[in-house]
């Protein structure tokens, strides 16, 4: 190919040598573009990852707060009420690990992460409509509200990527 544009004249090489030099350009930047286009794409969808995370550990964040308050006191005079944290945010944790599942990744880890939830759910009383946690029923520890954290934690350790 060498000795073919060798053979023409100096402003058809000059010709040649400007469109080779064009196309090489182009080339250089629709691949410029497509990488910036993917790597933008790959931020946006961890962007979206990121929010929905914050927002699943924002929702139980008081709940941590008030059962390591009520774990610290040794009776249950002033203690704080945990259950009836937990009873009234429930809907509010739902919405949140709900909102979260899609992005559990890679998707085999979503049974681990339903298994997570129930769990958790598992400490509401049984045979009531709505969410009743009931800690006199957990007998795994002398305190029950580090039951409910770890099982918390265990909901929440699918934020960390």
């Not at 040794?74 to 203690?79: D, K, M, S, V």
């Amino acid at each position: 190919m060498l000795t073919w544009l060798h053979s023409l004249s100096d402003s058809k090489q000059w010709a040649y040598g400007i469109v080779a030099t064009a196309l090489a350009v182009i080339a250089a930047q629709v691949i410029g573009q497509w990488i910036n286009h993917f790597l933008s794409a790959r931020r946006a969808a961890r962007s979206d990852v990121l929010g929905v995370a914050d927002q699943l550990r924002d929702a139980f964040r008081p709940a941590l707060a008030r059962l390591d308050a009520a774990g610290r006191h040794g009776t249950n005079h002033a203690r704080p009420d945990a259950s009836a944290l937990l009873k009234d945010a429930f809907e509010i944790h739902q919405l949140a690990v709900s909102n979260f599942r899609p992005f559990v990744r890679p998707e085999s880890r979503r049974l681990q992460y339903d298994q997570a939830w129930e769990d958790y759910c598992k400490l509401a009383h049984p045979g009531v409509g709505e969410a009743e946690f009931v800690t006199e029923f957990i007998y795994e520890t002398d305190n029950p509200w580090s039951v409910l954290e770890k099982k918390i934690h265990a909901i929440l350790q699918f934020t960390e990527t």
